[in-house]
T-cell receptor, first 112, second 113 residues
Framework: AQSVTQLGSHVSVSEGALVLLRCNYS??????LFWYVQYPNQGLQLLLK??????LVKGINGFEAEFKKSETSFHLTKPSAHMSDAAEYFC??????????FGPGTRLSVLP | GAGVSQSPSNKVTEKGKDVELRCDPI?????LYWYRQSLGQGLEFLIY????????KSGLPSDRFSAERTGGSVSTLTIQRTQQEDSAVYLC???????????FGQGTRLTVV
């Protein structure tokens, strides 16, 4: 069985500040981890993914995430927030032969 | 097509009517997922198809909900005797295998009046 938790349903940061969105997972098989972004009234778009190999992965729009097996975490970061980053962010986990399980989402607000 | 296609994009139906929602996955993708997203909420898993395996139906909320996938491609989600609480955006996604990134369609917004 797999599950995902995202700490903080709503995160607010100032423009130019660090963005940190937290994701923890549980998985009975080696996990494949993903971050998706959903802009208002739009569909879900893949930000980045971890499958195997390098544990620090870079995605679009300057986001990156680090897979930490010992902490069962896959937190999403961006050094400097931009107004256009305001959106809903979903962490997801899957694995070989497993379903795609999404976390509840974190709404990011960027303040001017 | 280039991406996952869902139809209709919007559907308004009367309470008690049946509705069918269609999903055309990316060609060659063996895995197909249905999710439901209510206003301001996260993604609620409904059903998962992987190749010729029996689908994972563990997320279907009631026996009014069913889905099929014909020929390993197109999928139809059917909701019988719709209720107002069924109003939501229904999202379909496909992936090359069950372990690669899922690509989402734009969803079908269902409104039950």
């Amino acid at each position: 069985a797999q599950s995902v938790t995202q700490l903080g349903s709503h995160v607010s940061v100032s423009e130019g500040a660090l963005v940190l969105l937290r994701c923890n997972y549980s998985s009975s098989v080696p996990p494949y981890l993903f971050w998706y972004v959903q802009y208002p009234n739009q569909g879900l778009q893949l930000l980045l993914k971890y499958t195997t190999g390098a544990t620090l992965v870079k995605g679009i729009n300057g986001f990156e995430a680090e897979f930490k097996k010992s902490e069962t975490s896959f937190h999403l970061t961006k050094p400097s927030a931009h107004m256009s980053d305001a959106a809903e962010y979903f962490c997801a986990v899957t694995g070989y032969g497993q379903n795609f399980v999404f976390g509840p989402g974190t709404r990011l607000s960027v303040l001017p | 097509g280039a991406g996952v296609s869902q139809s209709p994009s919007n559907k308004v139906t009367e309470k008690g009517k049946d509705v069918e929602l269609r999903c055309d996955p990316i060609s060659g993708h063996t895995a197909l997922y249905w999710y439901r997203q209510s206003l301001g909420q996260g993604l609620e898993f409904l059903i998962y198809f992987q190749g010729n395996s029996a689908p994972d139906k563990s997320g279907l909320p009631s026996d009014r909900f069913s889905a099929e996938r014909t020929g390993g491609s197109v999928s139809t989600l059917t909701i019988q005797r719709t209720q107002q609480e069924d109003s939501a955006v229904y999202l379909c996604a496909s992936s090359l295998t069950g372990s690669t990134e899922a690509f989402f369609g734009q969803g079908t917004r269902l409104t039950v009046v």
